[in-house]
């Protein structure tokens, strides 16, 4: 099977950066593929992790071996007004390690290199919070699967358009922790449908909890009696902005783009069932979909 590219299922790094970008009028190919070899070079040399997304139209121009099922994000909006606004770009560059300084000299060095030819759309800077934590107190990615299903849950499989590659959708969600934090502890744990000390799964989910919206079964959405379907592997760090403006930079991987789009629907209540609680304090400021090619893709599209 092509290898991922070793950036994505690795453990997370404390700092991240993620970078969108997209291309300008008239911007030459040949100079982005050559920036992104030395980005990958520069990211070896100084041990940083390295993943390269890119968005369908992108990915398109760099390889023929794009993945069934590929679309834009195209923004969701519930009934009742709530949207989780769509930003898609032609490139996500996500480095992360344990040396921030790192970080921002790799993907610096790469948009330099780039101006003129790839604009940068949005930048956000996240790290590891405790263990794991997101800024609510709750633990995140507790639903990922065991460490050694996590290439069967997040690739391609072998045989397939895409093989190796791995689809990500990647938001950055902007919390109201005022509002949050106003809510009983009970109310806390219904909407996410966990437990805040330990984040053991209740035994009852109220519809609007988010585990009830993401968890997807064999059946109703939630039923802990059947298999789960469609899954995903979550790589999600917080952020605080300077601003006062603070959230979570989510990423999920799947080897289908399709459970994907069905989580976003059901958690904008566009499936018929009721919203996601979790919208009511939380909201995307951006959403883009993209395809993680894997090494073997990029080293052939890149000439590498």
Same mark, same amino acid.
């Given at each position: 099977?092509?290898?991922?590219?070793? &950036?994505?299922?690795?453990?997370?790094?404390?700092?991240?950066?993620?970078?969108?970008?997209?291309?300008?009028?008239?911007?030459?190919?040949?100079?982005?593929?050559?920036?992104?070899?030395?980005?990958?070079?520069?990211?070896?040399?100084?041990?940083?992790?390295?993943?390269?997304?890119?968005?369908?139209?992108?990915?398109?121009?760099?390889?023929?071996?794009?993945?069934?099922?590929?679309?834009?994000?195209?923004?969701?909006?519930?009934?009742?007004?709530?949207?989780?606004?769509?930003?898609?770009?032609?490139?996500?560059?996500?480095?992360?390690?344990?040396?921030?300084?790192?970080?921002?000299?790799?993907?610096?060095?790469?948009?330099?290199?780039?101006?003129?030819?790839?604009?940068?759309?949005?930048?956000?800077?996240?790290?590891?919070?405790?263990?794991?934590?997101?800024?609510?107190?709750?633990?995140?990615?507790?639903?990922?699967?065991?460490?050694?299903?996590?290439?069967?849950?997040?690739?391609?499989?072998?045989?397939?358009?895409?093989? &190796?590659?791995?689809?990500?959708?990647?938001?950055?969600?902007?919390?109201?922790?005022?509002?949050?934090?106003?809510?009983?502890?009970?109310?806390?744990?219904?909407?996410?449908?966990?437990?805040?000390?330990?984040?053991?799964?209740?035994?009852?989910?109220?519809?609007?909890?988010?585990?009830?919206?993401?968890?997807?079964?064999?059946?109703?959405?939630?039923?802990?009696?059947?298999?789960?379907?469609?899954?995903?592997?979550?790589?999600?760090?917080?952020?605080?902005?300077?601003? &006062?403006?603070?959230?979570?930079?989510?990423?999920?991987?799947?080897?289908?783009?399709?459970?994907?789009?069905?989580?976003?629907?059901?958690?904008?209540?566009?499936?018929?069932?009721?919203?996601?609680?979790?919208?009511?304090?939380?909201?995307?400021?951006? &959403?883009?979909?993209?395809?993680?090619?894997?090494?073997?893709?990029?080293?052939?599209?890149?000439?590498?």
């Amino acid at each position: 099977m092509p290898t991922p590219q070793p &950036g994505l299922l690795t453990a997370l790094g404390s700092h991240q950066w993620y970078v969108h970008l997209s291309r300008t009028d008239g911007a030459d190919l040949s100079v982005i593929k050559s920036a992104l070899n030395d980005l990958r070079a520069d990211c070896q040399a100084q041990g940083v992790n390295l993943a390269v997304l890119c968005g369908p139209s992108f990915l398109a121009a760099l390889t023929d071996d794009v993945p069934d099922d590929f679309l834009d994000y195209p923004g969701y909006e519930s009934p009742d007004g709530k949207v989780a606004k769509g930003t898609q770009e032609d490139l996500l560059v996500w480095v992360h390690s344990d040396r921030k300084d790192r970080n921002w000299a790799t993907q610096y060095s790469f948009r330099t290199a780039v101006a003129g030819h790839m604009a940068v759309a949005r930048e956000t800077i996240a790290w590891v919070y405790e263990n794991s934590l997101d800024l609510t107190g709750f633990i995140d990615g507790t639903g990922n699967p065991d460490p050694d299903r996590e290439v069967e849950c997040a690739l391609v499989p072998d045989g397939k358009p895409g093989a &190796g590659g791995a689809f990500c959708i990647a938001q950055r969600w902007v919390h109201d922790l005022d509002y949050f934090f106003g809510l009983s502890l009970d109310d806390q744990q219904n909407l996410f449908g966990r437990t805040k000390a330990d984040s053991s799964r209740l035994d009852t989910q109220v519809p609007t909890s988010h585990l009830s919206h993401v968890e997807l079964r064999d059946g109703a959405t939630a039923d802990a009696s059947k298999p789960k379907r469609g899954e995903m592997v979550r790589r999600s760090t917080p952020y605080a902005m300077p601003d &006062g403006t603070v959230g979570l930079y989510f990423m999920g991987f799947c080897r289908e783009q399709a459970p994907l789009r069905e989580r976003m629907e059901a958690i904008y209540g566009m499936n018929g069932k009721p919203r996601d609680a979790l919208t009511d304090y939380s909201t995307p400021a951006s &959403g883009s979909f993209y395809f993680a090619p894997s090494k073997e893709t990029l080293d052939a599209s890149l000439g590498a």
